[in-house]
């Protein structure tokens, strides 16, 4: 036991340097944090996290200075970094990049965000070593952990838990963005659309007047949708749905986007892949969500059709669309 949260966090930023793993639950789920200079943790917890093998982990630096210290970092992205969405970055290694090969293996690139909740602070505060990795608790294709007991017991390989008792009402991974130049401009490429953007919507050219559709999507990479009038109202990334935890948390962020809305949906749409979790259960997303009216789309339709909303092209104008997916 500690006398103070200062002393328990103290002795647990040192146990990360020393090589520790610890689960730090934050404010929309629970992060793995360890050294990013140690290649026997980061080959310990890619062993643990199974189909890591490879997969970059996210890291969590201090500030700029210490970003700057192994990766490039132009205008827009040290705007994006320092905004108050707090993304993960995709940012080029630098000459002088030291951090361990484990972090990104084989990759030019490193996803860095800077911290964003006060438990955050304090832990990279009490460190000696300005950046630490930052990956999500849960294993692939399972929704991230937020409840204390649930945390303890699934994650028998971390050393400590830095956990806290307040409830987390709505998960929410965090969002991964490229910045793309080409010239003198910048766009955004999100890998992932999340905590810091939702439940902001898009803006269609397309108005629906004051039906409400619900667009489920496929499988993989899942984040349903309600399309309110001209809003296109997305919930936070879901993941792939495969398993009953994360299509229940698929349920949850429904509700609770139309709880937040105020809203009945009227019509249903999904992929008509014959074997798609969200395709096999549309009888019973129709039955709790009282929803009248569904249509099943093709797949690779659904993608031209995702572009040529983006381009604000008429759903009566004729186009040709290439998908090369899968």
Known sequence: SFPNNKEMVQFVSKEIEKGKLVAIKGIGGTHIACSTMKNDVLLKLREAKGKRKFKPFAIMAKDIPSI???????????????????????????????????????????GVMLPYAGIHYMVLREMGEPTIVMTSANPSNYPMFIDNDEIMEKLPYVDYFLLHDRKIYQRNDDTVIRINKLGKNFSYKFIRRSRGWVPEPLISHIDIKNNIILGIGAEMHLIPSLMKGTR???????????????????????????????????????????????????????????????????????????????????????????????
């Open 232 to 326: 296109i109202i997305p919930t936070q990334h879901i993941g792939t749905v495969t398993l009953l935890e994360t299509y229940e948390y698929m349920i949850e962020a429904i509700e609770h986007l139309l709880n937040l809305y105020n809203s009945k949906i009227d019509t249903v749409a999904y992929d008509m892949h014959p074997q798609y979790m969200t395709s096999t259960s549309i009888d019973e997303i129709l039955n709790l969500f009282d929803i009248e009216k569904h249509t099943a789309y093709q797949h690779h339709e659904a993608h031209i059709a995702s572009v040529a909303l983006e381009q604000k092209i008429h759903p009566e104008e004729e186009v040709i669309g290439i998908a090369l997916d899968g």
């Open 68 to 110: 700057e210290e192994f990766a490039e970092l132009n205008s827009e992205e040290k705007k994006l970094i320092t905004s108050f969405r707090k993304p993960i970055v995709l940012l080029k290694k630098n000459s002088d990049y030291y951090l361990s090969e484990w972090v990104s293996p084989d990759l030019h690139n490193v």
